[in-house]
């Protein structure tokens, strides 16, 4: 399994270890991915994810999953995010119907 962000698309980093005596050698910075689940008011159901923690300080900050993806730009998102950012539009889209006018 990637660890990759399934959100934002962060992936590990390259750098160098350096020794006392300037010797570099490759390492990888892996990021902090976590399984979380996040419930949809938009979707009506539970989404799990594995998600960066800065991911999940970031949605706990906006206001829930729904308000993290529309408020998010759909370059700063993964494939993952973008269908469910796409998938909670088009749920907000049928709720917002006009009524029909009384005659």
Known sequence: MARRCQLTGIDPMFGHNVSHSNIKTNRRFEPNIQK????SN????KVSLRITTRAIRSISRV????AYLLHT???KLAPEGLRLKHQVKKALAGKRRPA???S
């Open 100 to 102: 029909a006018p009384a």
């Open 36 to 39: 979380a689940t996040f419930h």
């Open 73 to 75: 730009a759909d370059a």
């Open 42 to 45: 938009a979707l009506r159901r």
């Open 63 to 66: 206001g829930g999953l729904d």
